[in-house]
């Protein structure tokens, strides 16, 4: 890994920009709310990757029309707090621990209409715990869903 002093909000930027077409397609607005002052020591492209990986997960398994929006904030100063949030159908309390699990599916009919090999959620983990930090998902089914990751602070 290539670690580095790095901006977060034009890495959500460029995710953003990646992901538009595909979020068009649905009619799902994506919005960054990184604040700009947001500073992680990481590795920029590994973490356009979790990010990536997130916000097109958000964007498919989400509702049409709905809304995904990736946020930031300081934790105890030491720690950035990532979070990628989503207005869709939730997942169940019985799968949320089970989503960073190589191959899981929530919903396998539907992960089959979607595409998708059941590997990013496992990657994603991989790679915020590599930077050392963690990974975890918060969801109301109905109401959507929230992944949440921490960096180190810059």
């Not at 034009?10 to 920009?17: G, M, N, Q, T």
Request: without cysteine; proline residues 5%.
């Amino acid at each position: 890994m290539n670690l580095k002093q790095l901006e977060l909000r034009p890495v959500a930027d460029e995710v953003v920009s990646d992901l538009k077409s595909r979020a068009d397609d649905k009619r799902v607005v994506l919005e960054n709310q990184v604040p700009p002052q947001i500073m992680v020591r990481a590795d920029a492209d590994r973490i356009q990757q979790v990010l990536f990986n997130l916000v097109d997960n958000a964007i498919k398994y989400g509702r049409p029309e709905g809304l995904v929006r990736i946020g930031a904030l300081a934790v105890d100063g030491q720690k950035i707090e990532v979070s990628v949030r989503d207005n869709g159908p939730g997942i169940p309390p019985e799968a949320i621990e089970r989503v960073f699990e190589r191959f899981y599916r929530v919903d396998k009919a539907r992960s089959r209409e979607q595409g998708g090999t059941g590997l990013g959620l496992s990657i994603v983990k991989h790679i915020v715990q590599s930077h050392g930090g963690e990974v975890w998902a918060k969801s109301t089914v109905g109401q959507g869903t929230t992944f949440l990751f921490t960096l180190p602070s810059a």
